[in-house]
């Protein structure tokens, strides 16, 4: 684990472009709605925000003609990512807006809801059949339940009541055993909403159980075999990620984000099939790491279709990608699918 966030600190530290996840906000809502809960989860997540990027264009695409030196490796991955929840009954205005799936302190789920994109409810969901422990308070007091509700049949706690002790750090938090052994933690970070009778009502409308797979909008070929998915991501922006680790030895990492393309690039040293692009490899002026390029790397290429993406890898992962032509043939490989969800499909393929 401290491997894996040496190496998301090193690649991080390159410059990359703005991306559509607020890597700040990431790590507060991180260190707010897990504190003491899932520091690892909420650690690797600001991880990822900050660190990928990316957009691809599938081969034979009008943006150019794409060559890979040998045939990709095919690899066949389960679905990544099956919601296990859902928000129901939202304040007017409010909507859900992405889903995340983390392995990385045990496998949970985090479910945003918000206004007009901005991440307002968390709702995180355990897969761990162990109560989960409350946060401390601000200032390092201990934590406890403060009251405790009713939710459809089901005994909830409030960690934080609303206009209550922590509540100028986190405007409420409630918990409840939604089915024996099986939690579920709701976070409110918008003040707005943050009124006893609100979140009661918005816990009570979150519908629990599978409805299949998450789509999302892009499809990458020739993903190395036998990786494990640590972190995943897809939200309404649209904008998705997947990171992806190599197990045992030589180990190593792998991901790929497709995010709307922001104005603002921070850092520019080449060109991609026409497009801006930065890559690691080439001279930049941005920060250095101590880390040789061939064994982190990092591609960015901005504005593919209205998108900008991001991908990097170290390690196993970058090694095994080198036959069929590195970053950039990965990037060839990713074929986005727009920002109709209807067209959506599994990620990896």
């Known amino acids: 684990m401290n491997d894996l966030k040496e190496r998301l600190a090193e690649i991080a530290a390159a410059p990359g472009p703005v991306t559509s996840v607020d890597a700040a906000a990431a790590i507060r809502r991180g260190r707010r709605i897990r504190r003491g809960r899932r520091a690892a989860a909420g650690t690797a997540l600001a991880g990822l925000a900050a660190a990928v990027t990316a957009v691809a264009v599938l081969p034979g695409s009008p943006d150019g003609p794409h060559r890979t030196v040998r045939p990709a490796e095919q690899a066949g991955y389960p679905a990544l990512l099956v919601p296990p929840a859902a928000f129901g009954w939202l304040p007017k205005g409010y909507a859900q807006i992405?889903?995340?799936?983390?392995?990385?302190?045990?496998?949970?789920?985090?479910?945003?809801?918000?206004?007009?994109?901005?991440?307002?409810?968390?709702?995180?969901?355990?897969?761990?059949?162990?109560?989960?422990?409350?946060?401390?308070?601000?200032?390092?007091?201990?934590?406890?339940?403060?009251?405790?509700a009713l939710i459809n049949g089901h005994i909830g706690h409030w960690t934080i009541v609303p206009g209550g002790a922590g509540s100028n750090q986190v405007p409420a938090e409630l918990r409840w055993e939604y089915q024996p052994h099986h939690w579920a933690l709701l976070s409110v970070t918008d003040p707005a909403v943050a009124q006893e009778a609100t979140v009661l009502r918005i816990a009570k409308g979150v519908t629990f159980g599978s409805r299949g797979p998450a789509a999302f909008p892009f499809r990458a070929r020739g993903v190395p075999s036998g990786l494990?998915?640590?972190?995943?991501?897809?939200?309404?922006?649209?904008?998705?990620?997947?990171?992806?680790?190599?197990?045992?030895?030589?180990?190593?990492?792998?991901?790929?984000?497709?995010?709307?393309?922001?104005?603002?690039?921070?850092?520019?040293?080449?060109?991609?099939?026409?497009?801006?692009?930065?890559?690691?490899?080439?001279?930049?002026?941005?920060p250095k790491t101590d880390r040789n390029p061939s064994e982190a790397q990092r591609l960015v290429v901005y504005g593919v279709r209205g998108?900008?993406?991001?991908?990097?890898?170290?390690?196993?992962?970058?090694?095994?990608?080198?036959?069929?032509?590195g970053l950039t043939g990965l990037y060839r490989r990713v074929q986005l699918l727009g920002d109709e969800p209807v067209r959506w499909t599994a990620p990896l393929g």
């Open 228 to 286: 494990k998915p640590t972190q995943v991501r897809v939200g309404t922006g649209p904008e998705a990620s997947v990171w992806l680790t190599s197990p045992g030895t030589p180990g190593g990492d792998l991901g790929i984000e497709v995010a709307p393309a922001r104005r603002t690039r921070t850092l520019v040293n080449t060109k991609i099939d026409g497009h801006p692009a930065f890559d690691s490899r080439l001279p930049h002026g941005g």
């Open 307 to 325: 998108f900008d993406v991001t991908v990097q890898a170290t390690g196993g992962p970058l090694r095994r990608l080198q036959a069929s032509g």
């Open 98 to 148: 992405a889903v995340t799936r983390s392995e990385e302190d045990g496998t949970s789920y985090t479910v945003e809801a918000g206004r007009g994109g901005r991440p307002a409810l968390d709702l995180t969901v355990l897969e761990s059949r162990t109560e989960p422990p409350i946060a401390n308070l601000p200032g390092g007091k201990k934590g406890r339940w403060m009251k405790t």
